[in-house]
């Protein structure tokens, strides 16, 4: 590895650490809305009820259901500990405890299940009365007393690449953590890339990004969102952005989520050959695809395209694609790629470059997910 590599890396990770003290306050946030949002204690937990699953073979398991997500239903048991099921394999569920039951209709119930008469419905009682309904509507089963801490799911991530014939290398990490209460959520995630070749030089890619959503009715949703970027293929020292809009999940099924959304944020950007900061007003235009499949080997794929129109500076539009896909290859931990795309129609500086992008071969681990 070359001198500029190794001086390029140890400069990122200084980019990574200050960047990570200049997110701390946000994280702080995060972690504290978690405890606030949510309706239990970390430390203090609800005694596990009795809940009981049936299935197409006859077979029935009793114990605690924690959770469905994405087609799989988390299950406890004194004898097995926690292990998962097909959600479509379950024909029957019945449970005393209360829960938050999200269906893919976007209407959100919370209440308890009683067996129904019919396989493959279920009786959710609530607090107005009770509703009949077939077991494949139900997307997200979210248990109401659970504490803070089970309620945050997280993944990290790293990638590396060398290659000695062009003397490029490419450095990749990666985190994301979210926290789930009764109607809002928590997002906060990091990025950093770094791509070393010895005839072009080190170049780093920083983003960090704190989003916190409230569901309506009929699969809208609210947003909120924060975040700082940094590129130095750009020539941008600093981007800070704040901002919120309106969001709708189009799709909503135990394999796929297409979200759309729309709004406007406050942009505060700084560019290298630039004298001074730059303050605009943008509107943002968001698109979302989320597949994945819970047979072995699990599969995971996510595309974000972001448009922003700017608005106090009309003709310039800035675009901003990434995407992940993962295969699991043993309980929670993956391997697979991620990349980005960003373009920039009309960057604030003339020396500054219109578009970069990247892709790298990353290993990634998930808890709770």
């Known amino acids: 590895m070359t001198d500029g ?4 890396i140890v400069w990122t990770v200084e980019i990574i650490v200050s960047r990570a003290c200049s997110v701390r306050g946000a994280a702080v946030v ?3 809305s978690a405890f606030v949002l949510g309706p239990g204690s970390p430390i203090l937990s609800a005694v596990s009820p009795r809940d009981e699953v049936s299935f197409q073979n006859g077979l029935k ?3 605690e259901i924690t959770g469905l997500n994405k087609g799989e239903l988390s299950f406890k048991t004194d004898e097995t500990g926690t292990i998962t099921v097909k959600w479509v394999k379950v024909i029957g569920v019945s449970s005393p405890a209360r829960f938050r039951i999200e269906l893919g209709t976007g209407q959100i119930l919370f209440g308890s299940f009683e067996r129904a008469a019919e396989d493959s419905k279920a009786v959710i009682v609530t607090g107005t009365g009770k509703v009949l309904l077939a077991l494949d509507l139900i997307v997200a089963i979210d248990p109401f007393e659970k504490s803070g801490l089970e309620r945050l799911r997280g993944e990290v991530s790293a990638g590396f690449s060398l290659q000695r014939a062009q003397s490029l290398t490419i450095l990749s990490l990666g985190a994301q953590f979210s926290y789930q209460s009764s109607k809002w959520s928590l997002n906060l995630s990091g990025n950093s890339y770094l791509s070393d070749q010895e005839a072009v030089g080190t170049t780093t890619r920083n983003d960090a990004a704190l989003t916190v959503q409230r569901d309506l009715k009929n699969r809208y949703v609210v947003i909120g969102t924060t975040g700082f970027q940094q590129n130095t293929e750009l020539g941008l020292s600093g981007r800070f952005i704040l ?13 796929l989520i297409l979200t759309v959304g729309a709004g406007a944020i406050a942009v505060d950007e700084k560019y290298s050959d630039a004298a001074a900061s730059d303050q605009s007003v943008e509107a943002f235009i968001i698109g979302r695809l989320d597949a994945f499949r819970r047979t072995f080997p699990k599969l995971d794929f996510y595309l974000t395209t972001r448009v922003f129109p700017g608005l106090t500076e009309w003709g310039r539009v800035r675009v901003e694609i ?3 896909f993962s295969y699991e290859i043993f309980s929670d931990f993956y391997v697979g790629w991620e990349g980005f795309y960003s373009f920039d129609s009309r960057p604030p500086t003339e020396d500054a470059a219109k578009k970069d992008y990247g892709l790298s071969l990353s290993a990634r681990w998930k808890f709770n997910k």
């Open 5 to 8: 590599t190794c001086s390029g």
């Open 30 to 32: 995060f972690l504290v």
């Open 61 to 63: 398991l009793v114990g």
């Open 243 to 255: 901002g919120g809009g309106l969001g709708n999940r189009l799709v909503y099924t135990n394999s």
């Open 322 to 324: 990434d995407s992940v």
